[in-house]
């Protein structure tokens, strides 16, 4: 289990040498027995007024952020943020060890809902309606999509808006499974909030298709400019034992949000070979963040 560290009581900008000092500081694990931590990390308590629930938000910064305080970072939100978070900020990391391949970013982390175990929550934010798979526990709760992305809207965004120094002109998407078919749906309902996605391996066969059918009664294209990265492993596919034709489903959608997006949508989908719904995410998110955040060349 990694643990991230928690930072409360702060101002909403932090003088540059309390952030010099916390990155300072911030550079060995605590020992005797402590948890691991995501060094230099920061999470913050951002509850919905609404539903009464209490989400976190996990914060990296890029490591010239103090350095450097009239600058503005793209920002990258990511669902599932248990295992994404810490995932995606050592890739990022790891992409620049020799020459920069991707610009530098603020990562946040969209959490679970405090007190619920990840399917619980992941199954009511990141779905479209109520129709839930067959398979899904009785007392499970599906559709709570359009709820959490007001969320999204009125209270995670502007807060990090408020306390980073963030491009909101270059607000990145990234979300795996439930979490991409939860991205589908921001693109078609609130195209403003993100700039860029990354989708990858859509539940998109999630109640007989509806994201489809959304595709088709979603209104025209504000003409702001995306772009949008999906990715699929070769073997999610019922001939390789899947429940459902993902590969099929992604490149169907491909084809209904290019015919809908036209030159202000660009569109990418990478089958990425010898890969599961299981163990494609780390491939597919190395791919998305060289897309979204390539680093321009010199």
């Given at each position: 289990m990694v643990?991230?560290?928690?930072c409360s009581g702060a101002p909403e900008a932090a003088p540059r040498a309390t952030q010099q000092a916390a990155v300072a500081t911030a550079t060995a694990q605590r020992g005797e027995g402590s948890p691991y931590e995501v060094l230099g990390s920061e999470v913050w308590d951002v509850p919905d007024p609404v539903s009464g629930r209490n989400y976190q938000v996990f914060v990296a910064l890029p490591a010239g952020y103090a350095d450097n305080p009239d600058k503005r970072?793209?920002?990258l939100y990511v669902t599932d943020a248990d295992y994404a978070f810490p995932l995606v900020w050592q890739m990022a990391r790891r992409?620049?060890?020799?020459?920069r391949k991707i610009?530098?970013?603020?990562?946040?982390g969209l959490s679970y809902a405090k007190g619920e175990g990840g399917m619980q929550s992941r199954r009511r934010d990141y779905t479209p309606t109520a129709n839930g798979p067959s398979g899904a526990p009785a007392d499970a709760v599906h559709g709570g999509a359009s709820d959490y992305i007001a969320y999204l809207e009125t209270q995670a965004?502007?807060?990090v808006a408020r306390r980073y120094r963030s491009d909101e002109s270059r607000r990145l998407f990234l979300g795996h499974s439930y979490g991409a078919l939860l991205g589908t749906q921001v693109l078609l309902e609130r195209p403003q909030l993100f700039s860029g996605y990354i989708l990858g391996s859509p539940s998109y066969w999630y109640d007989k298709r509806v994201m489809e059918r959304r595709v088709a009664a979603a209104g025209s294209p504000t003409g702001?400019?995306?772009r949008a990265y999906m990715y699929v492993g070769e073997y999610e596919s019922v001939q390789h034992g899947g429940d459902a034709d993902m590969v099929d489903d992604a490149q169907r959608m491909i084809g209904l949000l290019g015919a809908r997006g036209g030159q202000a949508l660009a569109l990418k989908l990478d089958v990425l070979n010898d890969e599961d719904h299981l163990s494609v995410a780390p491939r597919g998110f190395m791919h998305g963040l060289k897309y979204l955040l390539a680093a321009p060349k010199s």
């Open positions: 643990a991230l560290s928690a970072y793209p920002v992409l620049n060890v020799e020459g610009e530098d970013f603020i990562l946040v965004l502007p807060f702001l400019s995306v």
